[in-house]
């Protein structure tokens, strides 16, 4: 989600068939739905039998909680013997069983439901715009005894630079520009400067008690970005896969399980500063990643490798059209290579990568049929299978040799 307007910027900034054309696939999983261990209620944390209580329970706001990354926030918060409410517009309905708080608010103009509550940790997760943090504060300030906002590693003015720490400066807001009266929007030209102005001023609302979560590519299960979906979509519906640059390429992601289990330890623990959480903490090919997810699947995809300098001359955008990835050598060479040794130390762990795209694919799986045509069909910007045909067919002519008669 919080990567959306990385897409927007690229196109705004860059650019062997195996079967007939629009032919689709069933998707093969090796493990069945719902057998494999750590999915919670709504598929998205570990079950609560499997999971220690914390020493001290708190009260703890979740802001939006039903979308993409709040759902494992709250589900671990749960299991973890927290009282837990959330605060969003009610359009989802109840998620928790009843085990939650709702309270219906929305950040645009009215949360007054804030008005005389006090809570020990706020997890604010949807905030881009500062006057969403404003109509917030206006209730929660000197009432709040931790504020974990959720932001970017986009806030980096420069993604070309390897190993990226919390200390390097970010992207500033234009002068000429008031943050208040900007229209509500999850893209666009300030995207950056708006979430890095928002940090700021979350600390500056709540000093000396708030924590900056900077994220990069989040995956998982309710992924409707089809980032790391595209690929294990298309690996399961098998053939040949285009596979981008080279196979050593760096990759880095955060499962949003991993994710939210990692924000209520930090909440746990008072654990106040910045934090990159994209990982694993060890090194990650883009080859180890597609192998990984094929490891997961029956349908024998075989991978054809694709140099970058190729594919931008196709028009083919990186982290876009073929998501996640990047060309190390480019604009955004530093991004799957940040520096993330502080949220390790902190407490922040990886879950297999087996694990994150069998829950991706069975999630996928549950899906209304337009959405799962969405996905396998390449919609989001991402490569269409007869488009990613084409490349193929394109590179394959480009490596014969030219017939000299």
């Avoid at 918060?77 to 009610?90: D, E, Q, W």
């Avoid at 996928?364 to 049929?369: D, F, G, K, L, S």
């Amino acid at each position: 989600a919080h990567f959306r307007s990385i897409r927007d910027g690229a196109e705004s900034g860059l650019g062997r068939l195996t079967r007939a054309a629009g032919q689709r696939s069933d998707i093969h999983i090796v493990i069945p739905p719902r057998t494999r261990p750590g999915a919670g209620r709504y598929g998205c944390s570990r079950p609560a039998a499997s999971v220690a209580r914390a020493a001290k329970p708190l009260n703890i706001l979740v802001i939006g909680g039903t979308g993409f990354v709040g759902p494992p926030q709250v589900e671990y918060a749960l299991a973890r013997g927290h009282k837990v409410s959330v605060l969003n517009r009610n359009r989802r309905g109840n998620l928790f069983g009843g085990q939650v708080e709702q309270l219906v608010g929305d950040l645009n103009d009215d949360v007054s439901v804030l008005k005389g509550k006090s809570f020990d940790v706020v997890i604010d997760n949807p905030t881009i715009l500062p006057a969403w943090l404003r109509n917030v504060g206006q209730y929660l300030k000197g009432r709040v005894g931790h504020y974990i906002y959720i932001s970017t590693v986009g806030v980096y003015p420069d993604l070309s630079r390897p190993g990226i720490d919390e200390t390097v400066g970010t992207t500033p807001m234009p002068p000429d520009l008031d943050p208040y009266t900007l229209k509500p929007t999850y893209g666009g030209k300030f995207y950056y400067a708006l979430k890095s102005f928002a940090e700021h001023e979350v600390q500056k609302t709540y000093p000396g008690k708030s924590t900056i979560i900077r994220p990069g590519l989040i995956s998982g299960p309710h992924d409707d970005t089809d980032n790391f979906l595209y690929w294990a979509t298309r690996i399961a519906r098998g053939g040949t896969v285009l596979a981008p640059g080279a196979p050593t390429d760096p990759i880095k992601y955060v499962d949003t399980r991993d994710l939210g289990e990692f924000i209520i330890r930090l909440a746990e623990n008072s654990a106040f500063g910045i934090f990159n959480v994209i990982g694993p903490d060890k090194p990650l090919t883009v080859s180890e990643m597609l192998y990984g997810i094929k490891a997961v699947t029956t349908a024998g995809a075989q991978f054809v490798w694709v140099p970058a300098q190729f594919l931008t001359s196709q028009g083919v955008v990186e982290f876009t059209n073929l998501p996640i990835w990047v060309d190390p050598g480019g604009a955004w060479g530093g991004l799957h290579r940040i520096n993330v040794s502080k949220a390790v130390a902190a407490g922040l762990t990886f879950r297999p990568l087996a694990d994150t795209a069998r829950a991706a694919l069975e999630w996928h799986a549950t899906r209304p049929e337009a959405d799962r045509k969405i996905t396998e069909e390449g919609g989001r910007n991402k490569l269409s299978p007869d488009r990613e045909a084409a490349i193929l067919a394109a590179w394959d002519a480009e490596q014969r040799p030219v017939r000299r008669d």
